[in-house]
Each structure stands twice: as structure tokens, then as C-alpha cells.
């Protein structure tokens, strides 16, 4: 079983260094206007933001709206890191991650004994006072920002960050720690019966994803080189939750695929700016009325495929079973 | 030899409503003992007492030599006690062997580094888990159910899926709330049976609420009967039947 | 100088609670809709500033006074909610509650671009419906407006109490926020219900925002945002779901964020907000009039 597992994560990493050559080869090529080259970073930024928070809100069946104020801490730590104590960049990104997973324990133990949308309301709460914070600290810019941060982040730096992310999101899910998560969302009650210390999870949960958006912060102020509070709203937190909700809430595939649809159509309407925010909400109303589960509900893309694949067998009188 | 379980005057109150009062029970190990009594007597509360949903208003719980007054829930499990639930709480959208795997959850010790590389006991101890759980689903005729996920099985298969969720959770005691609840009485049958065979099989001690009185009477070494929250009477099967309180309790003052 | 302290404290009062009247004509909006459906609509401060505008344009455009205008805006925002319900809300009902209030930021979104598209992002200037009277009384300052939004949010509040308390329509609100299902089973239309509920909140909200175009001269598409925001909280502070509760809620907040605009800095008013959000979510989810209520196991 083991070997099996084992066999998975060599595939995942093959298929994505072949996307990585790919991509590379498009971005150092210059085939890739530098306009969808920014869109690129943005896919890979939008996709560990989305993924991580999928762990709280799909995983673990919380309802978290703060995410915005964990990437805003990533941001600010890491720029801080690098132009007031000159630290190496890998350091920098690590430290911020690092500082948004703290604050993230920390603001997680309380608040996480609240549920559905009193968690949600109190998690977005919790990501503006963390932006207000912010603007009120004159030493990283106050309202104006941080600028200047040297811009570090190259296109390995965020692919490799973003493999890493769903690497680890996705063999967490598939342990006895991911299991105990599902177990929260299908019913607290049971699991607590079950010796799932439920409020450990929650927290531990939110913790991992709180980190993984510091980190999506530390790689986006060291892109564009500026950290600016207005960057990281509640509209933020809701537009990675829409990217989650498309996608199938506690489906990981699902998640990059919401990140790079929405993404996507972000970006196609750049041209019509006075009509692209109606669109996307229209789309956003249309998708959800069509599939309210997401896209792929809570299936994973290979699990999908497999089963098409599986039921074709079947049809063709033949056995699908040979592994 | 102490009991496993002792409670001592635990009563439990909501508001002005007293649901359950002075509740003395005992259960030596190895027992299958019957908790029985009209609907809304408190035999729920009283299995919510034991594995803190719900904190005693007084009183005090013994089991094993440890109080588990004021213990959080899973840290009971954790002592050694596992229930079912009156209306089934199984995690509907995940697997059947799933389902099985969480109540594991404690016994695994691999850490969360080991499980992202997916490196020293992680693969050991998954494998030790999934052959375990499916011993578990042989047992309860799950096997071929494995992958579906709990919300499609039958009602009958969801009940005994729950039992053998339970008793993933290897516990000492074992709570079944009503697990004959909406059964036909072929089914009650096998269910009687499979109780007393997994009470051998496992070494249990049992305790279970049931409203079927062939159920209870048929396995069932002895009962306690409550009304009202309080308990009414205490005894060996032939006891109980012919109990002129029980009577009344169940059929009402007339008889 | 204590004197002048005190005096400043009352001021700040005063401008509280006409502020908070405000924030509690939203919240109630958003307290009726979470009562009966557990959603919180996300679009309910557009609907707001939906109202503002329809104000704005029956005053300047067809030159309508006050009270026609205020009703318009009443009338218009009502309608748009009960039409909203019914597109994007309804289908969704039976649906994880996730996808509902995806829907609702959509609609918010809609609502905010549309409104920017078809009527510029420039604020407007709105127009003085009232006399810009000013009455000093023993060194406060409090202006007709204030006086006149305080009027209208007290008449408002009343009715709508009186609505929910005594009307045929009131009782099945009622019902219907307990157990859909069973309302549904005793003969109540449920979706007229709601959509009854969606109009009068809606109106609610519309009311306010004709007021605030009043109180602040200037309304603008994306006003809608933080009031809305800051009605939500009101609307938990006082316990979601519970009428009275959103008029306190409003009120409470009202009062606390003029205090501490007045007394420590305008940029942590926001920040204060959500900080009382978050205690009392933490001290007393349920809010200040609510009851703890526990899932039976």
C-alpha cells in the first residue's frame, strides 16, 4: 500500500515539473506577454491561498473569512525580514510564514469554539483588525504601504512554494491527522465519541492554513515589491473563499481549478474594467445556481477520472480491476 | 472485585427539570447489562452523563478507578468507553472503511512529518490500520461496502456500522443507545446474536438502552429500569418481568 | 475642564445614537433575513445604497421632498430584495448554506459595479432635504437632521414591531424562522413569508440610506460596505435573529464608535467594531438578547 501511495507522490512531482519546464520554457522564452506572465504569478499566488484555505473550509468544514489578514501578516513580516534585518529571501518567506502560522494558533484557539457563521463573521473580523493594525504601525508605512521590498520572488521560487503547498495539503488529507479533520466536518459530536480531540484539530487546521497564506503573502510583497494594507481587505478572504466554493469545497483539485478559472476570467475582462466586476459576479451567481456543490463537489480530479475510466471498463464487459 | 463503572448520585439537571436523579449504577466487567425505561425517563442523558456530553450536575462517576466527572468526551473514549448514538451519527459523506479508520485515530502514532513524506511508521502503521478496520467490516458483513460512502448503506448496515465504528475505538465498555431502534425482528435477532458474539470475541462489557423487550430480556445478564429520571428497579431478567412497579411503569397505572 | 469633558461626552453621545438609529435600520434587515432563512446577506448593505440613490434621483430629479422621497426609496429597495430572494436566494435554500452566501457576495458585487457602470464612481452630492437647522442647548450642538433621523428610525422600529407582534403575517414570520417546515405543514405560505420579510428589511435599509445621504450630504456605489459591515455586528451584538435586539445592537455601536472617533482616533473606529464583534462573540455568541441553545445529542 505503501509503495502505492509513494508511487502517487512521484507521479505528482513529475507532472509538475513537466508544468514547471513547460512554463518556464513559455515565461524565459517571452512567448508569454508579460501580461499573462503576471497572470501566471497570480494562478500560483491565488492557488496556495485557496488550496490552504480549503483545509479549514473544506476539510475541516469551518467556515473561516479571514485569510486575507494571515497573507497580509506574511507580507509584512517577511517584507520587514528582508529590508530591515537583511535576511536572505528563503529566510525572509519562512519567517513570515512562520508568523502568520503563530498568529494564526493564536487567534484560532479562541474563536474557533464558534461555529458556522459566527466563526465566519468573527474570522473576518479578526482579518480587518489585523489590516487596521497595520495601517496604524507608522515603522511599516502606516496607510501608504511598504515599498521598495527587494522583488525576489521568480517564477521557481513560486511554482516550488506552490508545489510544496498542495504536496503537503494533500498527504495531510490522506492521514490519520486528515481524517480526523473530515471527522470534525461530518459531525463533531461523533468524532469527539471517536476520542477526536475536535477543538486540536480545528486548530490545528486553521494553524497549517494560517501558514501557508503567510507564505502566499511573504511570495506576493516580494513580487511586486510593495505591501500595501488595501491589498489584503476582506474582499480578499472572499474571493479565495469564492475560488474554494467553485472549485468543491474539500477538493483540493478543485481548488486550483476555482484559483485559475476566477483568475482567468479576472484577467480576460482587464480590457473592459468598467464591466469586469459585473461580470464575474454574474458568474458567480449563475455557477453557484447551476452547481452549488463547486465543480467538482468533494472529489478529487484523479478520483473522477478514475471512476469514468473504471466505468467505461465495465461497459466494455471488460475488468478494471487488474492494478 | 470493584466494577469497572460506578456512579455515585449523579444526577443531572436542565433549568428547573431534573432528568436525571440519583443515578447509582454498576457494571462488573464482562457484564451485558440493559438500561430500560419509558421514553423521555432519562436513559439518554444518562449515556450522555457517562461520556461527558454533558457535565453532572452532582455526583460522580467511576470507571476503571479514574472520575471522569468534568472529562471532555474524546478524552473519555481515550479511558477505554465507546457508544453509539440513538440517531445514528455516522460521517455520512466519507467511506465505510473510513469511518471504521477515525475511531483508530488515537492509536496511531505517526507523526505529521511522517505522514506529509510519507515516511517511517506512516506506512507501517496505515497498513496495520486499514487491515484492522477491514477485519472489523468482515466482521460486520461491510467488507464489499467498503468504498461507498456511509450516507448510501441501508439503514440496518448503517446501525451495525456504527457498532463496528465503536468498537474501532477498542474500548472496554461499550454504550449501544437503541441499537435495535427501527429494526424488523429478523434483523433484531441478528443483532442479539452479534452482540453476544462480539461481547466474547472482545472481551466487552456492554451497557445498552433498548426499548425491545426481547432484545433486552433475551441477552441482558441485568437491568436497570428507569422513570422519570430516577431509577425504579434493578435486577436479573425473570426480576424485572415480573416487577408490579416495572409493569406500571411501561403499561401505565390500570393494570 | 471636567465640565468640558462631560459636555463632549453628551456631544459624542448625541451623535452616537443618531449614527447607531442608522446602523440599526440595517441591522434589523439583516437580523429578519438571518431569523427566517440563517443567512447573512451579504447584499443587504448594497441594498442600502441602492436606496440612497433611488432618494437621491426622487429628490433631484423629480424634485420630490422628504417624505415622498424617503418612501420611494422604501418602496424601490423592497422590491429589489423580494426580487433578489427570488433569483438567487431561493433556489439555493435546501443547499449548503456555503453556496447561498457565495451567492450573496455575488449579488453585493453586482449590485456595487452596476450602480458604479450605470451611474459613475463619483459621489453625488445629495441634495438638502431637510432645513440645515442647527439648535444649541447649553453648549451642545444638535442639528434638525439629527433629530429627524432619530424620529424616523424610532416610527420605523415601531411599526415594524408592531408588524411582527401583532399581524397575520408577523405571526407566520414567526413560525417560519422557528420551523420552515413545520409552518409549512400547519398552512403558511413559506416563500411569501420570506419574501414579505426580504421587502420589509430591504425597505428598512433604503430608509436608511436615505437618511445618511441626508446626514452626510454625499452617497457614493460603494457606500454600502462598512455600514452594512457595521449593521452585521450590530445585528450579532444584540443576538442574531431578535428584533429588539438589532435596535440595541445599533444603538450600543452607534454610541461606542462615536466615543471612540471623539475621545481616542477616528482610524481605530473601525478596528473597535469588530473588536466588540469578536468579545462578545467570544463572551456570548448569542449575542446580548439572545439564549444559548445546544444541539441535542
Redesign the interface.
Known sequence: ??KQ??KQ?VIFLLLSLVIFAVFQFLMSERILTSFWRLNVTVICLNIILASSLNLI?GVTGQ?SLGHAGFMAIGAYVSAVCTMFFHLPFICSILAGAAAAGVLGFCIGT??L??Q???L???TL??G??IR??I??IPQVGGASGMSGIPTETTFPWLFGCMIVTL??LK??I???????C??VR??A??????????TAFKVFAFTVASMFAGLAGALFSHYFGIAHPSSFT?MRS?DI??MV??GG?GSLSGSIVGAVLLTFIAAAMQSYP?????V???L??IL??YR??GIFG?KELASVILSKWKKGGENDGTTAENK | MEPLLKTSNLSKSFGGIKAVQDFNVYINSGELVGLIGPNGAGKTTAFNLL?G?YTPTTGNIEFNGHSLVGM???KI??QGI??T?QNI??????TVI?NV??????H?K?T?AE????VGR??????V??KKAMELLEIFNLADKKDELAANLPYGQQRRLEIA??L??QPKLLLLDEPAAGMNPQETHELMEMISWIRKTFDLTILLIEHDMSLVMGICERIYVLEFGKILAQGIPDEIKSNTEVIKAYLGEEV | MGDNLFLQFVQQLINGISLGSIYALIALGYTMV?GIM?L?NFAHGDVYMVGAYVGFFAATTANLPFFPSIILAMLATGLGGVIIERL?YK??RH?????????A??????L???T??LLTPQPRTFPPLLPNAIYHIGGLIISFQQIVILAVSVILMILLTYVVNHTKMGKAMRAVSYDPDAAQLMGINVDKTISFTFFVGSSLAGAAGVLVGIYYNSIEPLMGIMPG?KA??AA?LGG?GIIPGAMAGGLILGVVEALISGFISS??R??AA??I??II??IK?TGLFGKNEH?K?
Open positions: 500500500m505503501i501511495l509513494r507522490d473550509n467556515f479562541p474563536t469554539r464558534l458556522g457563521d459566527y465566519a463573521i468573527a473580523g479578526m480587518e483588525i487596521i493594525c495601517l496604524n504536496f503537503v498527504n495531510i490522506n492521514s490519520n491527522q486528515g481524517r480526523a473530515l471527522s461530518e459531525n459530536i461523533a468524532a469527539e465519541a471517536m476520542g477526536i480531540n475536535t476582506f472572499f473563499m469564492t466554493v467553485l469545497l468598467e464591466y469586469r466586476m459585473i464575474y459576479a454574474l458567480l451567481i453557484m445556481l452549488p456543490n468533494d | 461520556t456530553v471532555k468526551p474524546y473514549t481515550k465507546a457508544r448514538f451519527r455516522l460521517f455520512d459523506h466519507l473510513d479508520k477515525i475511531a483508530y485515530n488515537y496511531i505517526y505529521l505522514a506529509i513524506l510519507r506512516y506506512g507501517s502503521e496505515e497498513e490500520v486499514e465504528r465503536a474501532a475505538a | 438571518y440563517k447573512i438567487a433556489p439555493l443547499h449548503p448554506k456555503i453556496a447561498i452566501l457565495t451567492t457576495i455575488g449579488v453585493s458585487l453586482f456595487e459595479y452596476t458604479m457602470l459591515m452585521f455586528i450579532v442574531i482610524t481605530f473601525d478596528a469588530f473588536a464583534l469578536i462573540l467570544l455568541p444541539e445529542v
